[in-house]
């Protein structure tokens, strides 16, 4: 008989799992815990810190049979990123309420948004002003803030874009271009032409 000595954190955190895990991915985890001490001890510290999703991400991890290394570094990464999300959610929603957000884009491109039937995003490029109107649950906006601090912009999230008074839909030959015009900072004239100039 195999005697295994794993550290408590790491049997609470494995014991924890919701999900029906095959039996041979519990115990890989197991024995391996059980042959390196130290790094196992490290792993159940590092679990320990882990808010809700990054638990959850763990335990898919597990379940699909990663090594204990790649689940708690993936765990990690989401535990970061959702971590990070709400820190923007938070700032976001607080501005809205005193009247509006405001952030520039990696690019230069300003932004200020306001809530008015959902979210309104609007953005300078070239002097330009095209909005984005976000609808839906405030956890959509996590993402889409996200994308902006980065540089994107995640259009699937948007229910229209406005230009010069007209609406447009994000995947039409016009939205596309308006999200051009945002993400390389050129007004959206410059940008249909650029995408011609592409295209052929």
């Known amino acids: 008989m ?11 955190a494995l014991e924890d799992i919701e999900k029906p895990v ?9 024995i391996w815990a059980s042959k390196n001490p130290e790094e196992a001890r490290s792993f159940a510290e590092r679990l320990q810190r882990l808010n809700h999703l990054g638990r959850k991400e763990f335990e898919r991890c597990i379940w699909c049979g990663n090594s204990l290394a ?5 765990a990690e990464r989401t535990h970061e990123k959702t971590h990070r999300q709400r820190s923007l959610l938070s700032k976001f929603l607080a501005a809205v309420r005193k009247g509006r957000y405001e952030c520039e884009m990696p690019n230069g491109v300003r932004c200020f948004a306001i809530r008015r039937n959902g979210f309104w ?3 300078t490029p070239g002097g330009a002003e095209i909005t984005l109107v976000v609808k839906g649950r405030c956890g959509l906006l996590a993402p889409f803030l996200e994308h902006l601090s980065e ?12 230009y010069n008074g ?6 039409s030959d016009k939205g596309e271009i308006l999200l051009r015009a945002i993400i390389e900072n050129m007004p ?13």
């Open 188 to 200: 959206p004239e410059v940008a249909a032409v650029v995408g011609e100039t592409v295209a052929s």
């Open 121 to 123: 995003f609007t953005f």
């Open 166 to 171: 007209q609406a447009y839909h994000p995947n």
């Open 151 to 162: 540089g994107r912009v995640a259009s699937r999230l948007a229910s229209e874009i406005i």
């Open 22 to 30: 095959y039996p041979k991915n519990i115990l890989r985890v197991l």
């Open 2 to 12: 195999v005697n295994l000595s794993v550290p408590d954190g790491l049997l609470r």
């Open 70 to 74: 790649q689940a708690v570094e993936n």
